[in-house]
Nanobody, 129 residues
């Protein structure tokens, strides 16, 4: 089973930034699309962003509307790592952030949680003044 470990969460003021990391174990990282998900207190887990395993059409990253222009997802294949740079954070960004795997492609949008295969245990982000 593939293991994922998230890090980089913490307490940040509204308008601040955090850079989350997701390290994926094993030698199949290059075959995975990786998604970032958020679960706010008392709410269901929801997608935030996703990155394809490879860029075939000039577009390989996807975001939900609420984070477009503020969040950037990227991957470093030699390091088996995916990053989520979060800028101009809002209080609604508070929650546990999880990364998860999906074979090859995000499928042109941020997948629902049920489409993902393996999950990390999450990292807590608290946006508060």
């Amino acid at each position: 089973q593939t293991q994922l470990v998230e890090s980089g969460g913490g307490l940040v003021q509204p308008g601040g930034s955090l850079n989350l990391s997701c390290v994926v174990s094993g030698d199949t990282f290059n075959f995975y699309a990786i998604g970032w998900f958020r679960q706010a207190p008392g709410k269901e887990r929801e997608g935030v962003s996703c990155i394809d395993s490879i860029d075939t059409n000039g577009r390989s990253t996807y975001y939900v509307d609420s984070v477009k222009g503020r969040f950037t997802i990227s991957r470093d294949n030699p390091k088996n790592t995916v990053y989520l740079q979060m800028n101009n954070l809002e209080s609604e960004g508070t929650g546990v952030y999880y990364c998860a795997t999906k074979m090859y492609y995000c499928s042109d949008y941020v997948p629902p949680p049920g489409a993902m295969i393996d999950w990390g245990k999450g990292t807590l982000v608290n946006v508060s003044s």
